[in-house]
């Protein structure tokens, strides 16, 4: 058996927004993008962390006297940590009693990892759900990925791959090949605005889009709008039009509203919010952009 090892975040069962049916969701860890808006920073960045919770804390002080060097104290809020001196602080989720630090991050095997997701195959079957690669941006991990998806294949459970479409065909294609459902992300047409958005150009992501639809891989397009990003009108558009030239392998376009459901994971992370300034995406311009789509003779909904 592979002695590979993957680096994951969460395993979210019981998932009902991760595709169709009832899915377990594994978030991988690190991504090639930088979305402004990222709601899970914690996937986003490489390697482990600790998150802290001032709401959890009762000021008991036993991070405060284990702290390296004089590196955590009290402010007004719980504990305030600085985490270059910070050399000890992996070992906080053990000292505090209260939850308030935790560990995101958790070194799995293929097996391990097979383990937990064969465990709710019922639930799958009976719901017509599956499972859910996420990030993070999986594919990442692309070994260690297509370890676990063949053996999920063999017992015939449903996958899906939610993937931000940063790679090289080539080399994930064995994983494409195996995936029944991708979740495929635009956020802007626009090359300046992508690069503003997300730290990079969005050629290769389009360019990728266009193979999976060549390959007929089923594909759930997300699009979101981010009020004075990517919310221009002509923009939106042009991404409807692309995901129209895409085809039938297209079975539906989710309009995804910006939220700042993320906020308190940055705080946790120690790590400013990049759009403390912009406001969530009113319902309405969702609602204008799944008319649109409708125009085109796409399916679309808000949400995902
Ligand atoms: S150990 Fe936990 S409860 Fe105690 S001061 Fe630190 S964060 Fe607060
Ligand atoms: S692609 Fe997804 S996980 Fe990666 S930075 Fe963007 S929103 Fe976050």
């Given at each position: 058996?592979?002695?590979?090892?993957?680096?994951?975040?969460?395993?979210?069962?019981?998932?009902?927004?991760?595709?169709?049916g009832i899915r377990t969701t594994a978030f991988f860890t690190g991504c090639n993008l930088r979305c402004l808006w990222c709601s899970n920073p914690e996937a986003m960045y490489p390697g482990r962390k600790i998150m802290y919770y001032a709401s959890r804390c009762h000021r008991c002080g036993a991070c405060v006297a284990h702290g390296a060097d004089g590196s955590v104290i009290f402010g007004d809020e719980g504990c305030i940590i600085d985490r270059e001196k910070c050399t000890n602080l992996f070992e906080m989720p053990d000292i505090c009693y209260?939850?308030?630090?935790?560990e995101k991050g958790m070194e799995m095997t293929v097996l391990q990892l097979y383990g937990k997701l064969v465990r709710d195959r019922a639930f799958y079957e009976n719901s017509g759900g599956g499972v859910t690669?996420?990030?993070?941006?999986?594919?990442?991990?692309?070994?260690?990925?297509?370890?676990?998806?063949?053996?999920?294949?063999?017992?015939?459970?449903?996958?899906?791959?939610?993937?931000?479409?940063l790679w090289d065909f080539e080399a994930v294609y064995p994983a494409l090949e195996l995936a029944d459902l991708i979740l495929y992300d635009i956020k802007a047409w626009d090359r300046k605005v992508h690069k503003q958005c997300t730290g990079t150009d969005n050629q290769i992501i389009l360019d990728n889009a266009k193979k999976l639809a060549d390959m007929g891989k089923e594909m759930i397009v997300r699009m979101v709008i981010v009020p004075g990003l990517n919310d221009g009108r002509a923009d939106i558009e042009r991404r409807l039009e692309f995901v129209k030239?895409?085809?039938?392998?297209?079975?539906?376009?989710?309009?995804?509203?910006?939220?700042?459901?993320?906020?308190?994971?940055?705080?946790?992370?120690?790590?400013?919010?990049?759009?403390?300034?912009?406001?969530?995406?009113?319902?309405?311009?969702?609602?204008?952009?799944?008319?649109?789509?409708?125009?085109?003779?796409?399916?679309?909904?808000?949400?995902?």
């Open positions: 058996m592979s002695a590979l090892t993957g680096l994951l975040s969460n395993i979210q069962m019981y998932s009902t927004k991760d595709g169709p209260y939850d308030a630090y935790e690669f996420s990030g993070g941006e999986c594919l990442l991990q692309r070994e260690f990925l297509y370890e676990v998806m063949k053996l999920l294949k063999q017992d015939h459970i449903h996958m899906a791959l939610d993937t931000a479409g030239s895409l085809g039938s392998c297209v079975r539906q376009v989710d309009i995804l509203r910006y939220h700042k459901l993320g906020l308190g994971k940055y705080k946790a992370l120690g790590l400013p919010y990049p759009l403390e300034e912009v406001p969530e995406c009113p319902e309405e311009a969702a609602k204008d952009a799944v008319r649109l789509a409708g125009r085109m003779g796409l399916k679309a909904t808000v949400g995902g």
